[in-house]
């Protein structure tokens, strides 16, 4: 699929963001994440499993303590992972209680609209973190 994270800025900050094509694998215990540049290239690989989080990129590997670390270095906020795999199957993680909006949901901090095949997550707290994914409709 194709992600795209906006972290907004404010009066002192500019804001930032990035844009990439994603596939994840297995689920919120284990699994991988890889991002790829639009002409392909890897831009990083997370890989997590119970103990172990990393993130290898064309430079290095690094180690975290766990995945809302490894986002925040690699996304430059944090988002939960965990939840995302839920999320875009349209529907609430069901670890953490939800409430029901008119569009989606709220979770964990974020409010969800999902689209099928795509999501909007934007966190509710400061800086305003929008996540925009749409799912490949060739799979």
């Not at 992600?3 to 930032?16: E, L, M, Q």
């Not at 690094?62 to 690699?74: G, K, M, N, S």
């Not at 992972?81 to 993680?93: H, K, T």
């Amino acid at each position: 699929g194709r992600i795209s994270v906006t972290v907004a800025g404010d009066v002192h900050n500019r804001g930032t963001g990035g844009a990439a094509s994603f596939e994840l694998f297995g689920g919120p215990q284990a699994g991988r994440l890889e991002l790829t540049s639009p002409l392909g290239a890897l831009v990083a690989r997370a890989s997590w499993q119970p103990g172990r989080v990393t993130l290898q990129t064309p430079n290095d590997e690094r180690r975290f303590p766990d995945l809302d670390a490894l986002t925040r270095e690699l996304l430059g906020e944090p988002v939960p992972v965990a939840a995302l795999f839920d999320w875009l199957q349209a529907r609430p993680w069901s670890a953490a209680p939800h409430t029901k909006t008119a569009a989606g949901f709220e979770q964990l901090g974020w409010r969800i609209e999902p689209k099928l095949p795509s999501l909007v997550a934007v966190r509710l707290a400061e800086p305003t973190v929008t996540l925009r994914a749409k799912l490949d409709s060739s799979e």
